[in-house]
């Protein structure tokens, strides 16, 4: 006689029928994206660690070569570039200055690499003296409509030195239209824009804020970034993004947002990332390096997580221990 009840177990008795059954496919190499720090600086082996981020560092030009060859050698495909220009103002310029730091980046890199993807974070906090990511006006207000011509310069010039894809990150209404149609009076008309469309204003972003000294000086993001509360609200903005034009979206913070992962996966055609931030990562570090997790399953098991809740790509600080590790291939 049969039971009442569900044999689940039947499918997981050994690896081989486990293999058979798993719907969502192991990482691969080519769903990673590696983000590194470039800074703007004369010593070309400067190199410092970012103590809320270990195992990241700052990088100056010559020391990204150096990293970036152990991690293509390792299998990296993609990296997307932040960059800490030497100077900061109120108008941005080192975001979008023929030889800024990032474009200099991807000149290097692109040169060295061809065959290396290259994405550039757009974003105007780390070159703005007051760290929000648009214009400020006295009294402290992010002004969005004269901020996209800033934003869409950038994007110009990163696609001019090289990129392979644009990501915008600053949350500015209209910031995707705008930066595909400057691309396309430049003649920049193949390169893809990943927009960041649901981007939560996150304490998970702190240890970034020190990695990028992009903290703003005063008050917050909460004016452009998106309510923590409000899941309807990334579906407006997925779809938003894609009427625009985006070629493919992000959602970040991940790990604690991947119930509007899947829902934007199924509320949108277009490739998703999942960016898993740096507070994810910081927290999954320290309590490895405590002993208190197994720090590479847990790292694994976040990943595939993300995967399957919708995300091809992945944007993780994680992707060149994973690659060496040979835990990803
Ligand atoms: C820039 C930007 C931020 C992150 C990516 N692009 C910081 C912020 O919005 O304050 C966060 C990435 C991370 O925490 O790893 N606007």
């Not at 192991?26 to 070309?44: G, K, R, S, W």
């Not at 648009?134 to 402290?140: A, D, F, K």
């Not at 979206?249 to 199924?266: E, F, H, M, N, T």
Request: charged share 25%; net charge negative; aromatic share 6%.
């Amino acid at each position: 006689m049969s039971p009442h009840f569900h044999r689940g177990r039947r499918l997981r008795w050994n690896a081989q029928v486990r293999d058979m059954v798993r719907e969502t496919a192991p990482l691969l190499a080519e769903d990673l994206i590696m983000p590194y720090f470039v800074v703007e600086t004369d010593d070309q082996s400067f190199r410092k660690e970012i103590s809320a981020m270990p195992g990241q560092y700052q990088l100056s030009l010559g020391e990204l070569e150096k990293q970036v060859e152990r991690a293509v050698d390792n299998g990296l495909k993609a990296v997307i570039l932040f960059g800490i220009p030497a100077q900061k103002d109120e108008q941005a310029s080192g975001a979008y200055a023929e030889n800024g730091i990032v474009q200099e980046a991807v000149r290097r890199l692109k040169h060295r690499w061809p065959d290396l993807y290259v994405v550039t974070d757009v974003c105007l906090c780390e070159y703005m003296s007051h760290g929000h990511c648009g214009i400020l006006t006295p009294g402290g207000a992010v002004l969005n409509d004269p901020t996209l011509p800033l934003l869409a310069k950038t994007a110009v010039s990163h696609a001019a030195a090289g990129a392979d894809m644009v990501a915008p990150s600053d949350m500015m209404d209209g910031r995707v239209a705008a930066i595909r149609a400057a691309l396309d009076e430049s003649g920049l008309i193949m390169t893809p824009v990943m927009s960041y469309a649901v981007k939560y204003a996150s304490s998970f972003y702190g240890p970034f804020r020190e990695a990028a000294e992009s903290a703003p000086a005063c008050g917050d993001r909460k004016s452009y970034q998106m309510d923590p509360g409000n899941a309807r609200e990334a579906l407006i903005e997925a779809q938003a993004d894609v009427a625009e034009g985006a070629d493919a979206l992000i959602v970040k913070p991940a790990g604690p947002y991947l119930d509007i992962l899947r829902q934007v996966r199924d509320a949108v055609n277009v490739p998703l990332c999942a960016y898993q931030v740096s507070g994810e990562y910081s927290m999954i570090r320290a309590a490895g390096r405590n002993g208190w997790i197994n720090e590479e399953a847990v790292m694994l098991e976040s990943l595939l997580g993300m995967k399957r809740a919708g995300a091809k790509m992945i944007i993780t600080y994680f992707s060149e221990i994973l690659l060496e590790k040979g835990l990803v291939r």
